[in-house]
């Protein structure tokens, strides 16, 4: 896997554009020569290899039909290759020997077959072909040049298919260099029986004339049973959500008033407040598409040609059975009559401050709803849509690595937003589906879809509304209705580090080589090499890599820690692998692509959620107690969609909802808490669903939405301290400061820069509520409602102010900005940014330098315990100066100069550092503390100034006492 997480979005994008999509095929492009048998001796046979150690005394789940013991059984058809199979010992998996497959293709999308001389027919009854092979490219190297790999039958009716053996477009090629089960659940379109032929192997970006190898393993053909399973049972009450209100937005005014009357058939839904009055005129004919705005004269149907599909995506006649306003929401009670159609729905609207509430539930034990579709606002004159930053259904969606996702509309000054409860839903998923804005209609959100379970029924309908309307952004954000992290006060000083390899000492210098730099306040997390030393898997274990060990990680822990950081490990409850010794079928998730296992990370599937919340409760607690880290890093949780990992397998508590996803997620996170005694933190992606369940993550920037931080700053930095990684060295401090996050380490120099702007600040606005978002539009500052209307988030000036009393500005624009700030003014360049605490010393700078004639840089830091400079190369005079780049870092011994880059001369104030008008000496030393000279100073004087020699590490800064005045 990644040794960086991180990249697994760039990993994806990838893949995506080298793998071949598409369903079953009946026909087949590929042109297969003369078939030759497959012999029983590898003339290169290489040194014998081992099982999988995790497979070592574990009892398969039945016999194989088929092995390659006997590779004369099987035979070779070439395209445009040159292939021969071998039996061999190489590599195994289970039995003696497995079979060895050289080929060499002649073209990018050569293949070839692997077949039995004599094609077997299966049992009738027989659904499901399970397959051992060993790929032999990672999805992380060289991806684009793996086979996609086939089952090749032949069914009743004498047609041949090749049906792939992943349904998930995104990992049908063999991804990994290690043992993999692969799995088919033949479909009921394939007629019974079926005769298997054989394997067939396609390549898609594959190199002519290079020797590749594969191995063949066992092969298996059988009926899946589905016994009955036992759960540990769920807790009843969860700690989320905290009120009945869930994702109320915020109103901001609290003076206003909520009235329901009835006019004629139609009933009102009325909001008045100082700050805007808005009216919802429901028709109860129909129990979704009925909804009409007034407001300042305006009329717009907020979801016309809103649909409610059943199964078959067909349409219904409803009929009002009864009606009435009780306590302010209207009731109502409809019966849904098609073509053997006859289900009864109880639905309700309700108005909450500016935000109309509709709810629908089915009475009904089995739904036979398919899917809610949004429609569209009409009557749109002036509009647009606005893409949210983190705001968003699932990252990976649509088989083509887009983002799905709702978006906010602006129409003739006002802001709209429908979200539905995920605190209430039973929907299999949510989709913001195609949007845009035509023939003034404008589309913004998809609706949400019903999947039939694995026993063919679906799960009744049953959602909850919200139509949030205002003149005022931040008024249709949902809230995010989840308990703040507790662990501020463990986290917010730090920041954050990824590491990974199995290389102990190369890692370790990582931890001493920056921490002789003064980076101090540090919670580094390792990858999963500290659980694997190959392909084998790396979740679901206690037992460490064995090439490192229980003993040198438990050293190592203790190492690091010694070094004043905290350490976590790497662990995952998302991604199961065949070759772990815990491996069992039952415990795969159900997709609905032909009920078939779900795929999740290369040469894993997806376990269900209950599976990964009740593992994690008997792991978490040994791997904490065996190495003693201090918190967890939980990998997948939170990058996934929910609604990619909904099990369809009926045996399962809540099977069929990303809800159940959610909640078992959310759940298992914070327990891993619990368990380690510390912060959890995880991939980030769709992040925003558990915000605080966790204590944060490190996200990625969807680069191609508006730079828009305000749900981030306003929803999910109230609850917890996230990071961002993928944004270069030059953006990255802008990007941390205008959405509020924590710092995530880089290497050398740029992770000493990003620490000194960032470590001593994040105390004064993680976790911190904002008080103020301001853009400036070149003239003054205005709203994030006013920035929007004036196109100003796609390069925009950011200014952030926060209860605690720090401002930040950054800016994003390819302009200068001129900042007045204390009586002093600031130009920042793109990406400049300007933070400061009124009555404290914080202060930090990144800036063009009023002193240079080039236009160079000047950054500058100050808080109590470091001080950051950076010249760009100019001379700096005044009480923090010098030429290059330095820090004034404090020690638990005292003060440090911290050379960093291009430093030439150091020129300070003792009075900085709380000095003034006592001699000091200045020790020059070695990396290991040793001292090299003395550098004297003046006794008394206030300022240092010296010029730094290659040689010295850096210095300390020694007072001497005996002196008096």
């Known amino acids: 896997m990644l040794k960086h997480k991180s990249l697994r979005a760039c990993v994806l994008l990838c893949l995506a554009l080298n793998i071949q999509q598409g369903k079953a095929q009946e026909t087949n492009e590929l042109e297969y020569g003369e078939a030759i048998k497959g012999v029983n001796q590898d003339p290169k046979q290489k040194s014998i290899g081992s099982k999988p150690y995790e497979m070592e005394g574990r009892t398969e789940a039945r016999e194989p039909l088929f092995t390659f013991d006997d590779c004369t059984q099987w035979q070779v058809r070439a395209n445009q290759s040159e292939v021969a199979l071998y039996r061999t010992k190489e590599q195994r998996v289970i039995g003696d020997y497995s079979g060895k497959v050289v080929y060499k293709t002649k073209q990018a999308k050569a293949g ?117 399973m036992k759960f540990k049972p769920f807790p009843e009450k969860l700690p989320f959500p905290l009120r009945e209100e869930t994702i109320l937005p915020t109103n901001k005014t609290t003076g206003f008033s909520n009235r329901v009357e009835q006019q004629g058939e139609k009933y009102l839904f009325s909001y008045e407040g100082k700050d805007a009055k808005l009216t919802y005129q429901v028709d109860p004919a129909y129990p979704i598409g009925g909804v009409t705005l007034l407001c300042d004269g305006q009329e717009k149907k907020v979801n ?18 009864d009606k009435r306003v009780e306590n302010d929401t209207l009731f109502i009670c409809y019966k849904a009559v098609g073509k053997g159609l006859n289900q009864r729905f109880d639905c309700s609207y309700t108005i909450k401050q500016k935000s109309l509430i509709w709810t629908i539930e089915e009475k009904a034990a089995d739904g036979k709803v398919e899917e809610i579709c949004l429609g569209a606002t009409d009557n749109v004159s002036d509009g647009k849509l606005v893409g949210v930053p983190f705001l968003v259904y699932n990252p990976f969606a649509n088989d083509s690595y887009t983002a799905d996702a709702p978006s906010i509309l602006y129409a003739d000054n006002l802001f709209y937003l429908t979200m539905f409860d995920w605190y209430y839903t039973n929907a299999s998923m949510y989709y913001g589906g195609e949007q845009g804005i035509k023939e003034g209609k404008a589309t913004y959100n998809g609706g949400v879809r019903y999947y039939p379970l694995n026993n063919k029924k679906r799960n009744p309908l049953r959602e909850r509304l919200f139509i949030n309307v205002s003149p005022d952004v931040h008024e249709v954000f949902p809230t995010i209705d989840n308990p703040a992290s507790p662990m501020r006060s463990n986290q917010v000083d730090r920041l954050w580090a990824i590491n990974g390899g199995s290389d102990l000492p190369k890692l370790g210098k990582f931890v001493t080589d920056l921490r002789s730099k003064g980076v101090e306040n540090v919670s580094i997390r390792y990858h999963e090499d ?46 199961f692998a065949p070759v772990n010794a815990l491996w069992n079928e039952d415990w795969v998730r159900i997709s609905h692509n032909d009920y078939g296992w779900g795929s999740a990370w290369c040469r894993c599937y997806a376990n269900k959620v209950t599976i990964g919340w009740e593992q994690q409760a008997l792991l978490a607690p040994q791997i904490h107690k065996t190495f003693g880290t201090n918190f967890s890093y939980c990998d997948v949780e939170t990058c996934i ?14 099977a069929g909802k990303f809800r159940t996803v959610f909640e078992y997620i959310g759940m298992t996170l914070m327990n891993e808490r619990r368990a380690y005694q510390g912060p959890v933190y995880s991939e980030g992606g769709t992040h925003w669903f558990y915000a605080g369940l966790l204590d944060g993550n490190y996200s ?33 401090v802008a990007y941390a400061y205008a959405f509020g996050n924590i710092g995530i380490l880089s290497d050398g120099f740029d992770a000493v820069r990003r620490y000194a702007f960032l470590q001593p600040f994040q105390n004064s606005y993680s976790m911190i509520p904002v008080k103020s978002i301001r853009y400036f539009d070149g003239k003054s500052y205005v709203s994030s409602s006013d920035a929007i209307k004036k196109d100003l988030l796609k390069s925009p000036c950011i200014q952030v102010e926060y209860n605690s009393g720090l401002k930040i500005y950054a800016n994003f624009s390819d302009q200068p900005w001129l900042v007045k700030e204390n009586n002093h003014d600031y130009s920042l360049p793109k990406y400049g940014t300007l933070a400061v605490l009124p009555g404290s010393r914080l202060f930090s700078v990144s800036s063009t330098n009023p002193a240079s004639s080039t236009g160079k840089l000047l950054d500058k830091v100050y808080s109590d315990h470091l001080f950051y400079i950076d010249t760009y190369g100019e001379v700096e005079k005044g009480e923090f100066g010098g030429k290059g780049s330095y820090m004034l870092k404090k020690e638990k011994f005292g003060w440090e100069i911290i050379p960093l880059k291009d430093l030439e001369e150091v020129d300070f104030n003792l009075s900085l550092i709380g000095f003034s008008e006592l001699g000091v000496d200045i020790e020059a030393i070695d990396k290991n503390g040793n001292i090299i000279t003395v550098i004297n100073q003046v006794p008394l004087a206030d300022q240092v100034h010296f010029e730094h020699k290659p040689q010295y590490y850096k210095y300390k800064i020694c007072p001497v006492s005996s002196i008096s005045k």
């Open 112 to 228: 070839f077959r692997v077949e039995l001389v004599e094609p077997y027919k299966f049992d009738k009854e027989w659904d499901c072909i399970n397959f051992w092979n060993y790929g032999n490219h990672w999805l992380w190297e060289n991806s684009g040049e793996a086979m996609t790999h086939y089952a090749v039958i032949q069914d009743a009716k004498g047609r041949e298919i090749t049906i792939p053996f992943m349904q998930e477009w995104l990992w049908r090629n063999m991804n990994y260099k290690y043992w993999f089960l692969n799995h088919i659940k033949l479909n009921d379109s394939i007629v019974r029986p079926i005769t298997f032929i054989g394997l067939e192997f396609k390549g898609n970006g594959t190199k002519p004339d290079v020797e590749n190898n594969i191995f063949l393993g066992p092969i298996y053909g059988y009926q899946e049973v589905l016994k009955p």
């Open 700 to 732: 990625h920037m969807n680069h191609s939405l508006p730079i828009f931080p305000d749900f981030q700053l306003l929803k999910i930095n109230p609850l917890e301290m996230d990071g961002m990684s993928n944004v270069s060295n030059e953006a990255y």
């Open 641 to 654: 969609s929910p609604m990619d990992r909904v099990d369809y397998d009926y045996r399962t508590p809540g």
């Open 530 to 575: 500290f659980w694997r030393a190959g392909g084998e898997s790396y979740t679901f274990r206690t037992i460490p890599n064995p090439d490192l060990g229980t003993e040198r990680l438990k050293e190592y822990v203790r190492f690091v820690q010694g070094q004043d950081w905290r350490i976590g490990f790497y662990s995952n409850y998302m991604d």
């Open 304 to 321: 016309t040609n809103a649909k409610i599909l059943f199964e078959k995506r067909t349409e219904a006649e409803w009929k009002v059975m």
